[in-house]
């Protein structure tokens, strides 16, 4: 046993040890230069080919204030809110401080409870890992200041190094990026709003952030709660009197000035700068506060020639079209997007978002979710009937030459051979288009002519979820597909963005072959590459053949059905229209054996709070718009400018696969060779025997997992399809009748979505 004298003398010399090593780390650590903190460069984003885009980032006004232009209720507010010991603390907490060397022992997080003195340490090494070494140092600075500055000069360094959203560092920046108005005039609802946003600006900033929980609509919703419970706090600490409190209801939540993150950004430059720097925050792991501080020079995908060539197709068919002074009840708030893949490398060229951000319109329309995609989304049933056949199929595919009924009001019968059931309990009866009775028809006419009725059908024998992952394995997002079991998850009621579906649809272009969309190629900061810009690693999605011959059935939709306009392109093209209920939505999405290009045209209000989708019967004058209408004459005049000048290439023959099955019955016993009396010149049958396996192989086929873009936003809303009633009326295109309320998982909120939106899924039918 050791003496008490050994003991004691030991831990003695442990403590003067400590104590002396803490002595000398706070001697020798710097205290932080507010001025050098706020500082920021600015982020050179580069077209495809390496020239400068533009420069932003760091040009916003960083003006270092005294704490005298720090109003009271500023102050007052982040302290009720941030640290309320902050006045009489020593800049330390030693909890907090507890935590953080705990969990960087256990190999936790870095992070801790911190004081204010701690976060303005903190934000002097914005650009630095979160290592030990910096944890302790900022330890050795804050305990330094919190014994040797006075508390306002502290409270004034934190308050002009903070982070507040909108690419401000500093109260004053963030007064003007806000309210337009310099710091000293804020009041205390304004200065409770960003003493809210600094709790973090990527989930606070009401503008929205990156990642799929931060929607516009979500950060404005905690920011609210945020405002309102710091306000109550800073009652509750004794910083504002109670009558004061009273007079900032729900209503007088601090109105917010457009944000001036504009500037520069003419034309589609905002947009483009918006998707590669998401691109690069997400695959580098930055933050947003670290790249606003900026110094990265980043190197896109997009191409200046193809960007400019969609924005003007776009532009000369609106100018054409839409006159919102002579109609201004249905031509305003039309809205386009737009995107285009190169299918060989899954490189986004270009993209059409909006009008721009100069012209106050930041809403990224070709990365918009909540707009049904209409029949563009049948290729997925086919695909998956060819590659999982059904159940009268026995496990074996189907060939494009089966026959299904087509006949407008079709009772449509679960996978058991049992009707579907309306609202009234009655058998549920598929509406097309169309009244026509075409009676048995091939799956190529059904397409060709977009009928609702085979599809409707169709997804019931395959199964939805062997829908589901075929559309996966495009590269369609989960959390996109509509999740209802119903007959109208067939005909479009999910809502992928329009970089989404072209980049699946390059999937079929490449012969089964899915890449994942990027938009950025190169980053350098400081003039060293980060990693993880690479080309994403190309994955088989499906059987080539599978993909060839939903190419083929494609390509006879654009010689002979509802996408001919796209036949003015003069080489082989391949493509789908899709419209939705009650003409919420258009459509149209097609290919090329070299590009992919998707466009579509909806109305909302995007001052709105809801931005519900409006009707576009009427719009330009007419009755009603199709998918094979605007949306194809963009694509063509968009395609025709972007592929100039290169030679056109076939599309691989398709061969014949699959059996011939109907929805009668058993299929054939054997496969037969598609005999389509549609098919394109450029695409000839094959006069190949047909394969011994009326199965196509599907052996080294990958599992897909896709990759979420850019911390997208809330993709479960949706509208069109089915309007707000189930689809009783059917629109233009058809709905359903009463809406099916047997099929597994039928539900309907009843409720119109948005762009973006979080309301129920529609059941309501899509044609064209």
């Given at each position: 046993?050791p003496?008490?004298?050994?003991?004691s003398?030991?831990?003695?010399?442990?403590f003067?040890?400590?104590?002396a090593?803490?002595?000398?780390?706070?001697?020798?650590v710097?205290?932080?230069?507010?001025?050098?903190a706020?500082?920021?460069?600015n982020?050179v984003?580069?077209?495809?080919?390496?020239?400068?885009?533009?420069?932003?980032?760091?040009s916003m006004?960083?003006?270092?204030?005294?704490?005298?232009d720090?109003?009271r209720?500023?102050?007052?507010a982040?302290?009720?809110?941030?640290n309320e010991?902050?006045?009489?603390?020593?800049?330390?907490?030693p909890?907090?401080?507890?935590?953080?060397?705990?969990?960087?022992?256990?190999?936790?997080s870095?992070q801790?409870?911190?004081?204010?003195?701690q976060?303005?340490?903190?934000?002097?090494?914005?650009d630095s890992?979160?290592?030990?070494?910096?944890?302790?140092?900022?330890l050795?600075?804050?305990i330094?200041?919190?014994?040797?500055?006075?508390?306002?000069?502290v409270l004034a360094?934190y308050l002009?190094?903070?982070?507040?959203?909108r690419?401000?560092y500093?109260?004053?920046?963030?007064?003007r990026?806000?309210?337009g108005k310099?710091c000293?005039?804020?009041n205390?609802?304004?200065?409770?709003f960003?003493?809210?946003?600094?709790?973090?600006?990527?989930?606070?900033?009401?503008?929205?952030g990156?990642?799929?929980?931060?929607?516009p609509?979500?950060?404005?919703?905690r920011a609210?709660?945020?405002?309102?419970?710091?306000?109550?706090r800073e009652v509750?600490?004794?910083?504002?009197?109670?009558s004061?409190?009273?007079?900032?209801?729900d209503a007088e939540?601090?109105?917010r000035i457009?944000?001036e993150?504009a500037?520069?950004?003419?034309?589609?430059?905002?947009?483009?700068?918006?998707?590669?720097?998401?691109?690069v925050?997400k695959n580098a792991?930055?933050?947003a506060?670290?790249?606003?501080?900026g110094?990265?020079?980043?190197?896109?995908?997009?191409e200046k020639?193809k960007?400019?060539?969609?924005a003007?197709a776009?532009?000369?068919?609106?100018?054409?079209f839409?006159?919102?002074k002579?109609?201004?009840?249905?031509?305003?708030?039309?809205?386009f997007?737009?995107?285009?893949?190169?299918?060989?490398?899954?490189?986004?060229v270009?993209i059409y978002?909006g009008?721009?951000?100069?012209?106050?319109?930041?809403?990224n329309?070709?990365?918009t979710s909540?707009?049904?995609?209409?029949?563009t989304?049948?290729?997925?049933v086919l695909?998956?009937?060819m590659?999982?056949?059904t159940q009268n199929?026995?496990?074996?595919g189907i060939?494009?030459d089966?026959?299904y009924?087509?006949?407008?009001?079709t009772?449509?019968?679960?996978?058991?051979?049992?009707?579907?059931?309306?609202?009234?309990g009655?058998?549920?009866?598929q509406?097309n288009?169309?009244?026509?009775?075409y009676g048995?028809?091939?799956?190529?006419?059904?397409?060709e002519k977009?009928?609702?009725?085979p599809f409707a059908?169709?997804?019931?024998?395959v199964?939805?979820?062997?829908?589901r992952?075929?559309?996966?394995?495009?590269?369609?997002?989960?959390?996109?597909m509509?999740?209802?079991?119903?007959a109208?998850?067939?005909?479009?009621?999910?809502?992928?963005s329009?970089?989404r579906m072209?980049?699946?649809?390059a999937?079929?272009?490449?012969?089964g072959?899915?890449?994942e969309p990027?938009s950025?190629?190169e980053v350098?900061?400081?003039?060293?590459k980060?990693?993880g810009?690479?080309?994403p690693t190309?994955q088989?999605a499906m059987?080539n053949?599978?993909a060839?011959?939903v190419t083929?059935?494609?390509?006879?939709?654009v010689?002979?059905?509802?996408?001919?306009?796209a036949?003015?392109?003069?080489?082989?093209?391949a493509?789908?229209?899709?419209?939705t209920?009650e003409?919420?939505s258009?459509?149209?999405?097609g290919?090329?054996p070299?590009?992919?290009?998707s466009?579509?045209?909806?109305r909302s209000?995007?001052n709105?709070?809801d931005?519900?989708?409006?009707?576009?019967?009427?719009v330009?004058?007419?009755?009603?718009?199709?998918?094979?209408?605007?949306?194809?004459?963009?694509w063509?005049?968009?395609?025709r400018e972007?592929?100039?000048g290169?030679?056109?290439?076939?599309?691989?023959?398709a061969?014949?696969?699959?059996?011939?099955?109907?929805?009668?019955g058993?299929p054939?016993?054997?496969?037969?060779a598609?005999?389509?009396p549609?098919?394109?010149?450029?695409?000839?049958p094959?006069?190949?025997?047909?394969?011994?396996?009326?199965?196509p192989?599907?052996s080294?086929?990958?599992?897909c997992?896709?990759w979420?873009l850019?911390?997208?936003?809330?993709t479960?809303?949706?509208?069109?399809?089915?309007?707000?009633?189930?689809?009783?009326?059917g629109?233009?295109?058809g709905?359903?009748?009463?809406?099916p309320?047997?099929?597994?998982s039928q539900?309907?909120?009843?409720?119109?979505?948005?762009?973006?939106?979080?309301t129920g899924?529609?059941?309501?039918a899509?044609?064209d």
């Open positions: 046993m003496s008490w004298k050994l003991v003398g030991t831990a003695l010399g442990f003067a040890v400590v104590f090593g803490a002595g000398i780390g706070i001697a020798m710097g205290e932080p230069d507010p001025h050098k706020a500082q920021a460069q982020n984003f580069e077209w495809a080919d390496g020239t400068q885009m533009v420069a932003t980032g760091g006004n960083r003006q270092i204030v005294p704490i005298s720090i109003p209720s500023m102050r007052d982040v302290i009720a809110a941030e010991s902050f006045e009489t603390d020593k800049g330390v907490d909890m907090g401080i507890g935590r953080a060397v705990w969990n960087m022992a256990t190999g936790g870095t801790g409870g911190s004081t204010i003195t976060q303005y340490v903190k934000n002097t090494y914005l890992d979160q290592t030990l070494k910096r944890k302790v140092t900022e050795f600075i804050a330094r200041l919190g014994v040797s500055e006075e508390k306002d000069t360094g002009n190094t903070a982070y507040y959203g690419d401000a500093g109260i004053q920046a963030a007064a990026a806000y309210f310099d000293k005039d804020l205390p609802a304004e200065s409770a960003l003493a809210s946003v600094l709790k973090g600006p990527n989930l606070y900033n009401p503008d929205g990156i990642g799929a929980a931060a929607t609509a979500l950060n404005e919703q609210r709660k945020r405002w309102a419970w710091v306000l109550d509750e600490v004794g910083r504002m009197d109670k004061v409190r009273a007079k900032y209801t939540f601090p109105p457009e944000s993150q500037r520069g950004m003419t034309g589609q430059i905002g947009y483009l700068v918006d998707t590669a720097k998401a691109y925050m792991h930055i933050s506060e670290q790249m606003a501080l110094g990265y020079t980043i190197r896109t995908t997009f020639p960007v400019d060539a969609l003007k776009v532009e000369d068919t609106r100018n054409a839409l006159d919102e002579k109609r201004p009840e249905f031509d305003t708030f039309v809205q997007g737009a995107s285009s893949v190169d299918v060989k490398t899954g490189k986004i270009a978002g009008p721009g951000w100069d012209q106050k319109y930041f809403s329309n070709a990365n909540g707009v049904p995609v209409g029949s989304w049948k290729p997925y695909a998956a009937a590659e999982y056949g199929s026995k496990g074996q060939s494009v089966s026959k009924q087509a006949n407008d009001l009772v449509i019968n679960n996978r058991e051979g049992r009707p579907l059931r309306d609202a009234s009655s058998p549920f009866k509406k288009e169309s009244p026509t009775p048995y028809v091939t799956l190529t006419e059904a397409m977009s009928i609702n009725v059908q169709l997804v019931f024998d199964g939805h979820d062997k829908v992952n075929v559309a996966k394995a495009t590269g369609i997002l989960e959390e996109s509509n999740p209802n079991n119903d109208s998850f067939a005909l479009g009621t999910s809502t992928p329009a970089i072209a980049d699946s649809y999937t079929f272009a490449a012969s072959m899915h890449r990027y950025v190629t350098k900061k400081n003039g060293d980060l990693p810009f690479e080309a190309p088989r059987d053949a599978i060839d011959n083929k059935v494609l390509q006879n939709v010689q002979n059905g509802t996408g001919t306009k036949k003015k392109l003069g080489r082989p093209a493509g789908k229209t899709g419209t209920d003409n919420k258009a459509w149209f999405v290919y090329t070299e590009l992919s290009t466009v579509v045209l909806f209000n995007p709105s709070k931005k519900e989708l409006q009707s576009m019967n009427g330009g004058g007419t009755d009603s718009i199709h998918g094979g209408d605007i949306p194809a004459v963009i063509t005049e968009y395609m972007a592929l100039k290169a030679p056109p290439t076939q599309f691989p023959e061969e014949d696969i699959g059996v011939k099955a109907d929805s009668a058993a054939t016993p054997t496969p037969s598609p005999a389509s549609s098919a394109s010149p450029s695409t000839p094959s006069s190949s025997p047909p394969p011994p396996s009326p199965t192989s599907k080294g086929k990958p599992s997992k896709p979420e850019y911390c997208d936003p809330d479960t809303g949706g509208t069109g399809n089915g309007g707000t009633d189930g689809g009783t009326d629109g233009t295109d709905g359903i009748i009463g809406g309320s047997g099929s597994p539900t309907n909120t009843g409720k119109p979505g948005r762009p973006g939106g979080t899924w529609p059941t309501g899509a044609a």
